[in-house]
């Protein structure tokens, strides 16, 4: 939630920190701003709504700019404390004009400090919590002058530190003071920021994607750490001061990966990238000896012995994945494998301990429900292996073993690749417990990975011929629901499909698990309802597959209008589906990277038809950083 840009260098600083501020935009968009020092002055322009607003604002105030200073701030808002105004909008400043602040998080004992603040004389501009932190980082700053300090780099970083360390909740705060031209101070407590390390320049930003255009070249930092970048370097203290190193990296993926490519939406780009997402999560995983190569373990092969019970927590699109994973775990590793949403995983007091892996998935890494999950886990004992897509983020950071999605940048707010590549980082990792277990020997390991390995050319077919699928959802884009139905792996099938539609489209949709429909919900079924059918394979699940065609049977007795989606060769079907979508043959536990496939291109051509941005869904953000 929220994206934040920060620059200092040579160059003008306002097209760098818009540029970053675009490729961010997907963490939020109900307002934008940049606050660039120039001259001795603060220039700031923010607007409520997409960074478009700001561009425009900027654009009409060219007469006399916002000046070329070389040292900037921006950020792009998903509004929590304060409606999504221009008032609220950030950059926020201090009460003395000195200070520009923006902010990702929330200040939980914002309300105490700002009746603090109030009571010594301020007042406030805006509703948000940040600017506490703009009027406490001035007075700290002033404090410490009135003692003796000089202005300059050392005195902004120290009063952000004094500020940090009165805060409580998760922020990342970047501050610029309009005395001391050549430096942005951050602090970062459970909220992203990296760094970006150029030539005789440095960035800050939310995520790589702001900077990587200008540098490949990152800094990852820990928690509670305060970075004071200037154009000569990069200085880390933790919030008590002592000195802090961080992680230098490369960057392993360029700008191209984070542009639309001529497509209409990222979100077309990145369904038509999963082929290869999946054969780049694919690729290097087995070893000489047939086994599966995880990215940073710290388990040993004993301790995935030990293991007597998975509980795999994510949110979302990526709860979905570990629904899947469920059924593969329990199927190849033989251990009970639980799949919780992570946002309810501490509160259930749930029953852990050494031998209880926990499996952390999350596309961002930063995703605070699932790492307070992971947390809790980790406080109870737990073993934890992330499954993530970005490098150098906090999850990954604080597991015990990793295995990063190589997805490359997802920057659609709804996830397509993303999920794909979880569900195959989901089956390397049951196939791993497997082995590790000795519950599956080496070459039946390899079976279905070669089986995993076929995906992207199967996919790469489905892609190629989903005219159909594009021309009914322009025809569905009237439609007031749409129910989705799939048994096994395709509940969660239908779940995610239903979910593309409501935050794509903002229609009602439902999945249901096609058995459930008939203890209840069938009554919402009435003519001409759309009813997405998830068919299982009839090979090797025969029954599953008939009883499937039977839920198919009932909803259309009752006058739906079914969308059925199955393998190629059951012909069987057809007498039963108004639009047939057919989809390549793959095993059952791994047939849904197929099946999810025209689900998201169905939910991304009705949003479009409807006139929807669909990249950017309203009241929705990337990466959710809040509780
Ligand atoms: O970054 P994460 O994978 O942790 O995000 C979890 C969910 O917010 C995410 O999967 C969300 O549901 C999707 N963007 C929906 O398409």
Same mark, same amino acid.
């Given at each position: 939630m ?5 620059y ?18 997907y ?6 701003g940049?606050a ?5 002055v603060?220039?700031t ?5 997409k960074l478009a ?15 070329t200073?070389t040292?900037g701030?921006g950020h792009?808002?998903?509004?929590t404390h304060?409606g ?9 400043l ?7 602040v923006i902010?990702?998080?929330?200040i ?15 007042e406030f501009?805006?509703?948000?919590d940040?600017?506490?932190a703009a009027?406490?980082?001035a ?11 000089q202005?300059?780099p050392a005195?902004l ?5 004094r500020?940090?360390?009165r805060?409580?909740?998760?922020f ?8 001391v ?9 459970n909220?992203p920021?990296?760094?970006g390390?150029g030539?005789?320049e ?12 200008h540098t ?7 928690q509670?750490?305060?970075v004071?970048i200037?154009p000569?370097?990069?200085e ?9 190193v ?6 392993d993926w360029?700008?191209?990966a ?6 209409d939406?990222f979100?077309?780009?990145e369904?038509?990238e999963?082929?290869?997402?999946i054969a ?8 000489e ?7 940073e373990?710290r388990?040993t092969?004993?301790?995935l012995r030990?293991v ?6 994510a949110c979302?699109t990526?709860?979905h994945?570990g629904m899947?994973?469920?059924?593969a775990?329990e199927h190849?590793v033989?251990i009970p494998c639980?799949?919780?949403l992570?946002?309810?995983?501490r509160y259930r007091d ?5 031998s ?14 699932t ?11 737990a073993?934890?292996l ?15 073993a ?24 989901c ?5 791993h417990?497997?082995?590790v277990r000795?519950v ?5 390991v ?6 995993l390995?076929a995906?992207?050319d199967s ?9 159909d699928v594009?021309?009914?959802?322009r025809?569905?884009r009237?439609a ?6 799939g ?6 099938v239908?779940?995610?499909g239903?979910?593309?539609l ?15 429909? /008939?203890?209840?919900?069938?009554s ?16 090797g ?11 198919i049977?009932e909803?259309r007795?009752?006058g ?8 190629e060769?059951?012909?069987d079907?057809?007498q039963?589906a108004?639009?047939?979508?057919q989809?390549?043959?793959?095993p059952?536990l791994?047939a ?7 689900l998201?291109?169905l939910?991304c051509e ?5 006139g929807n941005?669909?990249d950017?869904?309203?009241n929705?953000? /990337? ?5």
């Open positions: 929220c994206g934040i840009v920060g200092v260098g040579s160059r003008p600083a306002l097209n760098i920190v818009i540029d970053g501020l675009r490729r961010l935009e963490r939020g968009y109900d307002s934008a940049v660039i020092i120039d001259s001795g603060i220039q322009e923010k607007k409520a709504g607003n700001l561009e425009k604002a900027l654009a009409e105030r060219a007469a006399d700019g916002i000046g200073g040292t701030i792009t808002r998903w509004a304060g999504p105004t221009d008032r609220n909008a950030h950059p926020h201090s009460a003395d004009g000195r200070i520009a902010h990702n998080g929330i939980e004992n914002f309300a105490r400090l700002r009746a603090e603040l109030e009571a010594a004389g301020i501009q805006s509703d948000t940040t600017e506490c009027h406490l980082i007075a700290e700053m002033r404090a410490l002058r009135e003692s003796g300090a202005d300059g005195l970083a120290e009063g952000m530190r500020v940090a360390n805060l409580e909740g998760a990342t705060l970047l501050a610029t003071d309009v005395n031209p050549n430096a942005v101070v951050a602090a970062r407590r909220s920021l990296v760094v390390r030539n005789g440095n960035f800050l930003a939310s995520d790589v994607s702001a900077f990587i255009e490949r070249e990152a800094v990852e930092l820990g509670d750490q305060i004071l200037t000569e370097g990069i880390i203290t933790g919030f008590d001061g002592s000195p802090a961080g992680k230098e990296y490369h960057v360029d700008m191209s984070a542009e639309k490519g001529g497509y939406w979100m077309l780009k369904i038509a999963q082929p290869q997402a780049d999560t694919l690729l290097g995983r087995l070893s000896r047939g086994e599966i190569i995880l990215d373990v388990l092969d004993q301790d030990d007597d019970k998975v509980f795999i927590v979302g990526a709860y994945a899947v994973a469920k059924y775990i190849w033989r639980e799949v919780e992570a946002s309810e995983f749930p029953i852990l301990d050494r209880t892996l926990v499996i952390a998935i999350s596309q961002s890494g930063e995703t605070m429900d790492l307070m999950a992971l947390r809790h886990a980790k406080e109870q004992k073993r934890v992330a499954i993530c897509n970005t490098n150098g983020s906090t999850i990954p950071r604080e597991s015990d990793v295995l990063y999605t190589h997805g490359g940048p997802e920057i659609a707010v709804a996830s397509t690749k993303a999920f794909l590549t979880q569900l195959v980082a089956y390397l990792i049951g196939l417990l497997a082995q000795g599956m020997y080496s070459d039946e390899a079976a279905v990975v070669e089986k390995q995906t992207p996919l790469r077919t489905l892609l190629s011929r989903m005219d594009r021309a009914l959802g025809d569905l009237t007031s629901t749409v129910l989705f139905i048994r096994h792996v395709g509940f969660p239908a779940l995610e239903a979910l593309k409501k935050e794509l489209a903002y229609m009602h949709a439902e999945g249901f698990a096609a058995g459930e429909l /008939k203890h209840g919900s069938i919402l079924i009435d003519d001409g309802t759309p009813v997405v059918c998830v068919v299982p394979s009839p090979a699940r025969g029954v599953m597959r008939d009883k499937v065609v039977s839920n049977q909803v007795a009752r739906a209008r079914t969308i059925v989606i199955a393998e060769g059951d012909e079907v057809r039963f108004d639009h047939l979508i989809v390549p043959h793959t059952t791994l849904p990277l197929m099946t999810t496939v025209p998201q291109i939910a009705i949003a479009a038809a409807r941005d669909v950017q869904p309203r929705l953000a /990337k990466s959710v950083t809040v509780e």
